[in-house]
């Protein structure tokens, strides 16, 4: 499994992977994304992951050069697997709620959140209304219905 952060440049191995969904601001708010990659590698997945996060926190931010990143990597992925863990305080996921609307119908998403995240109502109807699924209620749930809807 190859993976990409967005402090690095975007090299893509086919298949892709893009994890979507709400990113910590600062280093004290613990990101589902670690979890994850390690789901990934016991799933077996050896495409390229897309992490939207810096590997380094110390390393100065650009936000333009962030989102562009972010945009090119949901733009050319296989597959996006939207993980809504949402924390108003430390992970409301605005951008997110973006994102999943602009990707939602493509063809490519994959959409789950734990029981009872607030504020996904409107995400599970809608997906649920485009894809005729229902949202996956646990990470390794929608990693898995990621790697199986890229055909591993």
């Avoid at 969904?21 to 016991?42: D, I």
């Avoid at 939207?52 to 931010?61: G, L």
């Avoid at 996006?80 to 605005?94: C, D, N, Q, S, Y």
């Amino acid at each position: 499994m190859n993976t990409v952060f967005a402090d690095q440049p975007m090299e893509l191995h086919h298949p892709t992977l893009f994890l979507a969904g709400p990113t910590p601001r600062s280093p004290e708010v613990p990101s589902w994304r670690p979890q994850a990659l390690e789901w990934l590698r016991g799933l077996d997945f050896t495409g390229t992951v897309l992490v939207p996060e810096r590997r380094d926190w110390s390393v100065k931010f650009n936000y333009l050069d962030q989102v562009e990143w972010e945009y090119a990597g949901l733009e050319s992925c296989s597959v996006i697997a939207f993980w809504v863990p949402r924390k108003l305080e430390t992970l409301p996921g605005f951008t997110t709620n973006v994102e999943f609307g602009r990707y939602v119908g493509s063809g490519r998403c994959v959409y789950g959140r734990p029981e009872g995240a607030p504020h996904t109502r409107y995400l599970d109807w809608l997906y649920a209304k485009l894809t005729g699924r229902r949202p996956e209620n646990t990470l390794r749930g929608t990693l898995q219905a990621a790697v199986e809807a890229i055909g591993h």
